[in-house]
């Protein structure tokens, strides 16, 4: 069988959000889970330990509309200390679309963490629209899941020691969360292509070398996860933004 070549797709030929929705929607069943990622050409997903020296203001643009059109961001705890995550933001025009979708005004984001290390004081609990949820274990320290509870966010205990795929889609879809959207760390999305629970990945390659020992979009176990790109948008700045969907 004959693949299907990548629609290939002009960035300054969209006329307006409404054609990056069409690019992006995803599909009416889930559970469905997409990464998004902005990378080098050489692979790197960071400098100085944040993504911000790599993205484009149309890599944002798709990052914001991705936010959008998810019931809920995951996230791993390690990408949340370092990027100093704030509470998701929708636009008043976003909101209007995601309230006509049947989907709450904005999403919640999901944070990974085994021993519930977050700060109940950083800028994800007090920056926020929506309190977040925690995904964590019954070996966290007690003291520290109180403390997020107190601060308002969600606390889920799913498994003793460790938090394994099945039962973190199980928790979000539990709570009617079936359109994700991982944001990383490499470590968290590494599990999620292992464990062939990934749809999709979306990924902005930014025309730039950086040599050096970043990390990539996925580390961990090894997996083996067939795609296929569906399209590619060609920036006029030189960023190229596939989205990569399971084959």
């Known amino acids: 069988m004959t693949a299907t070549a990548p629609r290939i797709v002009q960035a300054e030929d969209l006329a307006d959000e409404n054609d990056l929705i ?15 990622f902005v990378a080098s050409v050489d692979g790197a997903i960071a ?16 990052l914001h509309l991705l936010r959008e059109l ?25 909101q209007q679309r995601r309230l006509a979708a049947g989907m709450s005004a904005v999403p ?20 926020t629209l929506v309190p977040p949820i925690i995904l964590t274990t019954a070996e966290a ?6 403390e997020l509870e107190h ?22 879809t539990s709570l009617g969360l079936t359109r994700v959207t991982c944001e990383g760390g490499p470590v ?6 292992a464990d062939h629970a990934l749809d ?22 090894f997996a083996s996860l067939r795609v296929r790109c569906q399209h590619i948008i060609m920036d006029a700045d030189g960023a190229q933004l596939a989205r990569w969907v399971r084959a």
């Open 22 to 36: 069409k690019l992006y929607e995803a599909p009416g069943v889930g559970p469905w889970i997409r990464a998004n």
């Open 47 to 62: 400098t100085n330990g944040t993504s911000s020296g790599l993205t484009t203001p149309l890599d944002q643009q798709v």
């Open 70 to 94: 998810a019931d809920v961001v995951l996230v791993g705890a390690g990408t949340i200390r370092a990027e100093d995550y704030i509470g998701i933001r929708v636009s008043d025009a976003g």
């Open 108 to 127: 919640p984001i999901a944070v990974v963490t085994g021993r519930a290390d977050i700060d109940p004081k950083s800028r994800l609990l007090t920056n």
């Open 141 to 146: 320290p007690a003291i520290a899941k109180r």
């Open 151 to 172: 601060a308002g966010a969600t606390v889920l205990e799913l498994g003793s020691s460790s938090i394994e795929t099945s039962a973190l889609i199980e928790a979000l």
């Open 188 to 193: 968290l999305t590494g599990q999620l292509a």
């Open 200 to 221: 999709e990945l979306c990924l902005t390659t930014v025309p730039t070398i950086l040599g050096g020992t970043a990390n990539r979009v996925t580390t961990g176990r």
